[in-house]
């Protein structure tokens, strides 16, 4: 199911629609049919454009981030847990460190929550992918560089099994039921704080929202390069895309 899931993305975000569309092109030209394969292949040139470009995709993230407030964690409350959801780390048993993308920023806030006396837990989420079970989970990854920044062992507790946001509800609830965590600061990229508050809320905790790993300011730069195809603009216009359609998949199984 995971690795469905992950297929089904690939092929609804905006390059996997260009390139299908592409493809039909080709095979409408290879056919003689001249007007299909131009009209297909400037669409497709249109549609990858349009993602593309950074006016796009920072207004995309604008509509996600503008619901949480960029705060110092001295103005969070106090709560009986930290979760810090997975997604910053990669990893391979040849390497001595996990590799870390820029969803770091979420371990860098749990930890300065934690340092700022918000709480005395700090709940790491993730695990491997299914393919590679023998391989350093999100988690692990996640305590060694938390253990680096300075926040002891005893503070941290594991959920090495969730895998998607939603597995949160199987997997994480137990873990903080058990514990008696019930009052909790959810720390997470602000694009992928609506997905999942919702989904914590649904399983009945109290959640109090810490956005971080922020994308959009809040007085972007306009210049004629906003409306330039840019790499990382897609990339990002993706990233949104991925939120929404998991939102709305997720409201479909009852999970938000």
Do not use: C
């Not at 407030?69 to 997604?87: F, H, S, T």
């Amino acid at each position: 199911m995971y690795d469905i899931t992950k297929l089904f993305s690939l092929l609804v975000y905006p390059l996997g629609i260009t390139v299908f569309l592409g493809l039909v092109a080709l095979l409408a030209g290879a056919r003689g049919d001249r007007v299909w394969a131009f009209a297909l292949g400037a669409l497709a040139l249109v549609w990858l454009w349009a993602w593309s470009m950074p006016v796009t995709s920072e207004r995309l993230r604008i509509g996600l981030e503008a619901h949480y407030p960029n705060l110092r964690v001295e103005q969070a409350p106090e709560a009986d847990a930290i979760v810090v959801l997975g997604g910053a780390f990669s990893t391979n048993e040849a390497w001595p460190y996990p590799n870390a993308s820029g969803s770091i920023d979420r371990y860098w806030h749990g930890a300065r929550l934690y340092h700022a006396g918000r709480a005395d837990r700090i709940v790491l989420t993730g695990g491997g992918t299914p393919n590679r079970p023998d391989k350093l989970t999100e988690a692990e990854a996640g305590a060694i560089f938390l253990a680096d920044l300075g926040v002891p062992p005893s503070a941290i507790v594991l959920d090495t099994a969730s895998r998607t946001t939603r597995d949160h509800t199987d997997y994480l609830e137990p873990i903080l039921r058990e514990r008696g965590l019930e009052r909790l600061l959810l720390v997470t990229s602000a694009t992928h704080m609506r997905r999942s508050e919702a989904v914590f809320r649904r399983a009945g905790f109290d959640v109090v929202p810490v956005a971080t790993d922020f994308s959009v300011g809040p007085d972007p730069v306009k210049g004629p390069r906003w409306y330039l195809p840019s790499v990382g603009a897609l990339g990002a216009s993706t990233a949104v895309i991925h939120e929404y359609l998991g939102y709305w998949f997720y409201r479909l199984l009852g999970k938000v």
